[in-house]
């Protein structure tokens, strides 16, 4: 397992615990694989906020709501195909009940939380993991999303009617409203199936 803290090391929050007696040794993600990760977190990322950006100047805040809804998934497909893995968005508090984080993206989402909570720079943290169920390995990454200032028009602490009544409208479950601008908003999330040639 690997966590980076490229600002501060010393804050580093990942334990490797060391395998018993004849237990399997655990599996380093490779470079190789969180370059790839980083590579698809940033296509995705790109693609998605230069979709919403056209959106909001060409219809305002609630026609990227629509693309968050229609397009957003559509994306995720697009590079996670280009990409040869699966990448998405997740977060504490999502709108998209889809995007709701399992048991091991809640984890890296709290430490990271508590890590800038700490201090550390947000763009300094990442973390990558080789993950064992039975016979199956699977690569895991994730790295935070805070909140800047497009998102501030639909994920912000001040939200205009009309917009919190179209996401209302898609999401009657939003619980993703009220981000202070430069909080972590949620993650980007990678995950990988990986041969047991490289165990």
């Known amino acids: 397992m690997r966590f980076s803290l490229l600002k501060n090391a010393a804050l580093a929050f990942a334990?490797?615990?060391l395998p018993a007696c004849g237990a399997e040794k655990p599996v380093e993600p490779s470079d190789a694989?969180?370059?790839a990760a980083?590579?698809?977190a940033a296509a995705l990322g790109g693609t998605l906020k230069?979709?919403?950006l056209a959106a909001i100047a060409e219809g305002g805040p609630i026609s990227a709501i629509t693309v968050c809804s229609e397009e957003a998934p559509e994306i995720s497909l697009a590079v996670s195909t280009d990409k040869a893995v699966s990448v998405g968005r997740t977060a504490l508090r999502v709108r998209n009940p889809d995007n709701a984080p399992d048991e091991w993206e809640r984890r890296q989402l709290e430490k990271f939380?508590?890590?800038i909570e700490d201090g550390v720079d947000p763009a300094s943290i990442e973390y990558a993991e080789v993950v064992t169920s039975g016979e199956t390995k699977t690569f895991r990454w994730m790295k935070p999303i805070m909140m800047d200032g497009p998102c501030q028009l639909c994920h912000g602490e001040e939200i205009a009617d009309d917009v919190r009544a179209a996401i209302l409208a898609f999401y009657p479950e939003d619980a993703a409203t009220g981000f202070k601008f430069g909080e972590?908003?949620?993650a980007f999330t990678v995950e990988k199936p990986i041969?047991?040639?490289r165990s």
């Open 15 to 17: 334990i490797v615990a």
């Open 33 to 35: 694989d969180i370059t």
């Open 38 to 40: 980083r590579e698809a």
């Open 50 to 52: 230069a979709r919403l």
């Open 113 to 115: 939380a508590a890590a």
């Open 184 to 186: 972590m908003r949620g």
């Open 195 to 197: 041969s047991d040639t």
